[in-house]
Nanobody, 114 residues
Framework: QVQLVESGGGLVQPGGSLRLSCAAS????????MGWYRQAPGKQRELVAT???????YYADSVKGRFTISRDNAKNTVYLQMNSLNAEDTAVYYC????????WGQGTQVTVSS
């Protein structure tokens, strides 16, 4: 059973930056797609970005050019660098690994507010 643990969320002012981390308990990057999702209050969970085992990335239009997904294979960790944050980015951010099995982290809160 793989565990995913997110960290790095918090309160940030509009225009600021945060880097989220997702630490996996095992080496899964070669067999799973890694993704970041978010869920704002009263809204459905939505896809933010994905990173395949081959290094291909996908970004939702709403974050394209502002967010970057990356990974450190040695640390079994996926990152989401978030720049130019605005209030619409406020949500709980979840890490997901899927492909063989489907794993989710517990989420980390990101609040963008002045």
């Amino acid at each position: 059973q793989v565990q995913l643990v997110e960290s790095g969320g918090g309160l940030v002012q509009p225009g600021g930056s945060l880097r989220l981390s997702c630490a996996a308990s095992g080496s899964i990057f070669s067999s799973h797609v890694m993704g970041w999702y978010r869920q704002a209050p009263g809204k459905q969970r939505e896809l933010v970005a994905t990173l395949t085992s081959g290094g291909n990335t996908y970004y939702a239009d709403s974050v394209k050019g502002r967010f970057t997904i990356s990974r450190d294979n040695a640390k079994n960790t996926v990152y989401l660098q978030m720049n130019s944050l605005n209030a619409e980015d406020t949500a709980v951010y979840y890490c997901r690994a899927y492909g063989g099995k489907d794993y989710w982290g517990q989420g980390t809160q990101v609040t963008v507010s002045s």
